[in-house]
């Protein structure tokens, strides 16, 4: 008596078959997943820009003293100038009101608080303003409303706008 052997694995036309599909599909979700990543970017961006405006606020409540939100120079240590915030932002102490993080109280009030890094080159970040400041009592003072604009220069990207009102609030619509 003999026995058929039966066949195991898969044939080379059905292994080609296989991957063909494969490669149909990945071609077809590449797009959306990098739309997805670059999204998935700016919303995290703009959560850190508005935690950072709010925690400046209550540092400056707080502290009963002048806090920054500001561009970083090239330095990255001190605030800049421009309204460029494509290079990252800093939070820091100005207890002296001379729009850069003061240096005389680094034992008890360490500066800058936050360092933010620059951001994807898929993002832009505008600002009315080269820095934010709120004033002890968490208002804006006569530095008036500032508006922060966050886009994206990927097609079908939305921008986010984060205002701070005189009063020091803090609104997205």
Do not use: H
């Not at 290079?87 to 608080?113: E, F, H, M, Q, R």
């Amino acid at each position: 008596m003999q026995f058929r052997q039966s066949q195991i694995g898969v044939t080379m036309i059905e292994l080609l078959f296989v991957l063909t599909i494969a490669a149909i599909l990945a071609m077809v979700a590449a797009p959306s997943f990098a739309e997805f990543i670059n999204s998935t970017r700016q919303n995290s961006a703009f959560s850190q820009l508005t935690s950072d405006l709010n925690r400046a606020r209550n540092e400056a409540i707080k502290r009963n003293s002048w806090v920054l939100v500001c561009v970083r120079d090239s330095s990255g240590t001190d605030c800049g100038t421009g309204t460029n915030w494509q290079n990252g932002w800093l939070v820091c102490y100005d207890k002296n009101t001379d729009g850069s993080c003061d240096t005389d109280d680094i034992a008890t009030n360490p500066n800058p608080i936050v360092i933010r890094q620059a951001l994807s080159p898929n993002l832009t970040l505008i600002g009315s303003a080269a820095s934010v400041r709120f004033n002890p009592n968490g208002t804006q003072g006569t530095g008036g409303a500032a508006t922060l604009t966050l886009g994206g220069n990927w097609s079908g990207a939305q921008s986010k706008v984060a205002n701070i009102a005189v009063t020091g609030n803090l609104s997205r619509p």
